[in-house]
């Protein structure tokens, strides 16, 4: 099922150079990330473990830009995503990346139909379209029967489903998901992870998947182990 | 339109503290239109006055009486075409309650300088002619169900008679229409024949005017006419003051208080209260939903994006409390019985209440918007 270890692809799709991440609190200055080099090429399914504090979300949290490196190249998808401002990284995020969070996330006030609309309203598609867009997305992940259900009315799989609908909704070339099963029980985990592997699979979407949990990682193509803030066993793809 | 459902679907997120809030907008706005209302009253209550009238009156003050001789000095001043001669009776018909304006005028030059009122020509001719008659406006006469040839008591609180008495009758020998609507819902006072009351009243105070309404040739002049009548009486023991007619009803509206400040000063304690409590509401809506917001943001939202979103949030709000107390306000006035003042929430009013939702929008909207741009997606989402 899972591989570890690099697989050998042709052109990454992340490429990740010298790539530092500090934070100052007070006077202190905290590097959470130091030197990180890593490669991710088109199509991979990658599963990011450490343990608590090693770095793994704020890695996750670049590569899907939702913050900057201090130091280092960040290239996803042909963009220098380290270089981009904060309104043409958001333009970008919008064209490019799919998030799954660990609490799902949803609007509680919107139905699922409208939560999957949302990255759509960012697009030039009328209603129509949006609506016939959100439909296929959900019959994708198995709930177009749910639609017109509020987060509330659905269990936390649904949930999880209806947020990878949202995700896929715009068609990105990477999903990025922080602990996507870290909330639910068992089998309804192996549920949403066979889904993302299928996505992976068929529909060879990147997906870069942060977890603690060893089955989680079974479902990704390859693992990364991060400690401390550096990558432990998984070089740069072709490095 | 594509993100109004988003707008929207924030609103109802507490729906009960949603209502309220709305029930709090509302009921200010009720009472901003009404305030408004009477403030548009006063404003307008000159408007429609003709440009081409100037009032003449004692320097002191209008209560101060003029002397009638000085009415042909006037006419003569260059530039001024007709003069005629108005004092306030102050009478009171049956119950102080049932306030209306009577002016003792001389009826020919009356309805010689005020074409707008419009009266048949036996009427005219009656009241010129009858020394103890009396014309109404259309409105005052159905209010009480006068008609002609009814006798009017009233008792005057400013004048009494040789005899002592403070008790006139007055003869309805006229009822007066207004030449249009502005004019219309204004024929709601009484013009009483001078000559009765000049006769009548104690000979100390005959042969006395309040004021004297001149009519000007060239509007465009007004001002030099009014600067030539009070200078013909410079230096003289009636020295006068003379304005427009506008300015005059303005500044007899002012002597019981600036009406204008009055209301615009508990407008803004209204709409001070009402900042600040919608102002908390639409912080304690957006701190509630930061991860909402940055969610947003991960999807692709912009900063601008999301200010924006809070901002329209507000806007929503205080434009569907302000429209609900508006229409209320609407329908109060146009609920009002005949002998109310005519409020009407008129488009000065709507354009009040238009500017201070966008300025009350604005006030309790920006914080929250500025501070759900300004977040930062990796803190806001880590509950930071």
């Known amino acids: 099922m899972a591989v570890d270890g690099a697989a050998a692809v042709p052109a990454p799709l992340v490429r990740i150079r010298g790539v530092t991440k500090a934070y100052v609190r007070g006077k202190q200055r905290i590097e959470v990330l130091h030197g990180i080099d890593l490669d991710i090429p088109d199509g991979d399914f990658v599963a990011l473990m450490g343990p608590s504090g090693s770095g793994k979300t704020t890695l996750l949290n670049l590569i899907g830009g939702l913050d900057s490196p201090s130091a280092g190249e960040l290239t996803v998808a042909g963009e220098r995503i380290d270089a981009l401002s904060g309104e043409a990284l958001a333009h970008w995020r919008a064209e490019t990346v799919g998030f799954i969070f660990q609490s799902y996330n949803l609007m509680p006030v919107l139905s699922a139909q409208r939560n999957v609309e949302l990255p759509l309203l960012l697009t030039a598609f009328g209603a129509g379209e949006r609506r016939r867009r959100a439909r296929l997305a959900l019959a994708l992940v198995g709930l177009d029967d749910r639609a017109g259900h509020k987060p509330s009315e659905l269990s936390g799989g649904q949930q999880q489903r209806v947020a990878i609908a949202r995700a896929l909704v715009s068609d990105p070339r990477i999903l990025i998901c922080d602990e996507p099963t870290g909330d639910l029980d068992r089998k309804t985990a192996d549920e949403v992870l066979t889904l993302l592997q299928l996505l992976n699979r068929r529909f060879g979407k990147t997906i870069v998947m942060v977890t603690h949990d060893p089955k989680a990682a079974d479902y990704a193509a390859r693992t990364v182990h991060l400690d401390k803030g550096s990558l432990v066993d998984a070089p740069a793809a072709g490095h | ?384």
């Open chain 2, 1 to 384: 339109m594509k993100y109004l459902h988003l707008v929207w679907s924030a609103l109802l997120r507490r729906k009960t503290r949603t209502l309220f809030t709305l029930l709090s907008l509302t009921a200010a706005f009720l009472l901003l239109g009404l305030l408004q209302a009477m403030n548009s009253l006063v404003a307008g209550s000159a408007d429609f006055l003709g440009a081409d009238r100037l009032i003449t009156q004692a320097r002191i003050s209008f209560t101060q009486p003029l002397p009638m001789r000085m009415l042909p000095q006037v006419e003569s001043v260059p530039g001024v075409t007709r003069v005629a001669h108005s004092q306030f009776f102050g009478g009171v018909y049956q119950d102080q309650r049932q306030g209306f304006p009577q002016f003792v005028v001389g009826p020919q030059r009356l309805l010689d300088v005020y074409p707008e009122w419009i009266l048949p020509e036996e009427q005219r001719l009656a009241f010129v002619s009858t020394a103890d008659g009396a014309i109404v406006g259309a409105r005052l006469a159905e209010r009480f169900g006068w008609k002609l040839g009814d006798i009017v008591p009233l008792t005057s609180f400013i004048w009494t008679r040789a005899d002592g008495s403070r008790n006139w009758e007055w003869r309805i020998v006229g009822i007066f229409e207004g030449r249009d609507d502005e004019w219309r819902d204004r024929a709601q006072l009484m013009y009483l024949n001078y000559a009765q009351f000049d006769e009548a009243r104690s000979p100390g105070a005959r042969g006395l005017a309040g004021i004297f309404i001149v009519q000007v040739a060239d509007p465009g002049m007004a001002e030099e006419v009014a600067a030539a009548v009070d200078a013909r009486f410079e230096n003289s023991p009636d020295e006068t003051k003379t304005q427009a007619e506008a300015e005059f009803q303005l500044g007899f509206l002012r002597q019981f208080g600036d009406i204008g400040f009055i209301m615009n000063a508990i407008s803004g304690a209204v709409f001070f209260t009402i900042l600040i409590l919608t102002g908390f509401t639409m912080s304690q809506a957006v701190r509630e939903r930061i991860p909402e917001l940055a969610v947003l943001k991960c999807l692709g939202f912009t900063d601008r994006a999301v200010l924006w979103l809070v901002l329209a949030e507000a806007l929503l709000l205080c434009a569907l409390g302000a429209l609900a107390g508006m229409l209320l306000a609407s329908a109060v006035t146009g609920a009002l019985p005949p002998d109310f003042p005519p409020l009407r929430t008129d488009l000065r009013v709507w354009a009040f209440a238009g500017v201070s939702v966008l300025a009350l929008a604005a006030a309790v909207g920006l914080p929250p918007a500025l501070r759900a741009m300004r977040l930062r997606i990796v803190d806001a989402l880590a509950g930071r």
